[in-house]
T-cell receptor, first 111, second 114 residues
Framework: EDQVTQSPEALRLQEGESSSLNCSYTVSGLRGLFWYRQDPGKGPEFLFTLYSAGEEKEKERLKATLTKKESFLHITAPKPEDSATYLCAVVPTSGTYKYIFGTGTRLKVLA | EAQVTQNPRYLITVTGKKLTVTCSQNMNHEYMSWYRQDPGLGLRQIYYSMNVEVTDKGDVPEGYKVSRKEKRNFPLILESPSPNQTSLYFC?????????????FGPGTRLTVL
């Protein structure tokens, strides 16, 4: 069964304290892995798409990496405005084009 | 402004009273999708549509219906709502059903079924 697991569920960081969020996945084949950011009461916003193991993408303080079994979202020197829930999703090769989301990591960055 | 809109944003209803949540996008996107979000369960896909007249079940389609008669609209229909359908619902769209295309999400519809 296709599955996505994110850890930790919640994370509190001091401003400037770097860390990583994990997304482990089990799929028969991978079309793509997506990272989204969700602020309270709002719809998710797209951050990155990764397609194959070894790929990396960066945007400001965020860097996403991908292996054959997991993806990491590295946050370097976070600021309070980085506080949000970060969601990981995969699209497996089985089926037409179905998204499977993890339950997310709630990040709180303290000033 | 490019956007996905949903209506209503908030809805309180009673068990068994049919309702429709509308979703519309102005970006000429082919792919549209409905999700529900529940605490501890995350976002789960209900139905998706690769293009007009083409729809497929997601992980949690029971109790829901959809139709895609026009490219811009993808309404979600609850024929006989039950309390376990109380949730936060999101509509999303992307240029095509391809991993090269990001999904754009609507603002959400908070539904309470009493």
């Amino acid at each position: 069964e296709d599955q996505v697991t994110q850890s930790p569920e919640a994370l509190r960081l001091q401003e400037g304290e770097s860390s990583s969020l994990n997304c482990s996945y089990t799929v028969s084949g991978l079309r793509g892995l997506f990272w989204y950011r969700q602020d309270p009461g709002k719809g998710p916003e797209f951050l990155f798409t990764l397609y194959s193991a070894g790929e990396e993408k960066e945007k400001e303080r965020l860097k996403a990496t991908l292996t054959k079994k997991e993806s990491f979202l590295h946050i370097t020197a976070p600021k309070p405005e980085d506080s949000a829930t970060y969601l990981c999703a995969v699209v497996p090769t089985s089926g037409t084009y179905k998204y499977i989301f993890g339950t997310g990591t709630r990040l709180k960055v303290l000033a | 402004e490019a956007q996905v809109t949903q209506n209503p944003r908030y809805l309180i209803t009673v068990t068994g009273k049919k309702l429709t949540v509308t979703c519309s996008q102005n970006m000429n996107h082919e792919y549209m999708s409905w999700y529900r979000q529940d605490p501890g369960l995350g976002l789960r896909q209900i139905y998706y549509s690769m293009n007009v007249e083409v729809t497929d079940k997601g992980d949690v389609p029971e109790g829901y219906k959809v139709s895609r008669k026009e490219k811009r609209n993808f309404p979600l229909i609850l024929e006989s709502p039950s309390p376990n359908q109380t949730s936060l619902y999101f509509c999303a769209s992307s240029l095509a059903g391809s991993s090269y295309n990001e999904q754009f999400f609507g603002p959400g519809t908070r539904l309470t079924v009493l």
